[in-house]
């Protein structure tokens, strides 16, 4: 089993920048490809961005390419999500997500095992 905590979100205006980070455990961290989904409301769960066990590879929704950051500590357990130039439609609730296989490559396809209980993000105009 994977346990993944989120931490960080809030509200926040636009234009503004904020950052979500994921604290992970139960497996080893660098065995985990991880990502952050988010849902906002009356819409289905999407992929926001995704990371390599390693950190050398990425995927990035096109709604969030230029303005996101994914990155991982490996030596923390942690994966963070970099939000600059934040809009009112990035509102949702953003969570963290995890698996042991590969499946990560799928990219926006990717059905992860494991799942934080999410955090809210709210982006005022």
């Known amino acids: 089993q994977v346990q993944l905590v989120e931490s960080g979100g809030g509200l926040v205006q636009a234009g503004a920048s904020l950052s979500v980070s994921c604290a992970a455990s139960?497996?080893?961290?660098?065995?985990?490809?991880m990502g952050w989904f988010r849902q906002a409301p009356g819409k289905e769960r999407e992929v926001v961005a995704v990371?390599?066990?390693?950190?050398?590879?990425?995927f990035y929704v096109d709604s969030v390419k230029g303005r996101f950051t994914i990155s991982r500590d490996n030596a923390k357990n942690t994966v963070y999500l970099s939000m600059n130039t934040v809009q009112p439609e990035d509102t949702a609730v953003y969570y963290c997500?995890?698996?042991?296989?590969?499946?990560?490559?799928?990219?926006?396809?990717?059905?992860?095992?494991?799942w934080g209980q999410g955090t809210q993000v709210t982006v005022s105009s």
């Open positions: 997500a995890a698996d042991v296989d590969n499946s990560w490559k799928l990219g926006s396809r990717w059905a992860p095992k494991y």
């Open positions: 139960g497996r080893p961290f660098s065995w985990l490809g």
């Open positions: 990371i390599s066990w390693g950190g050398r590879d990425t």
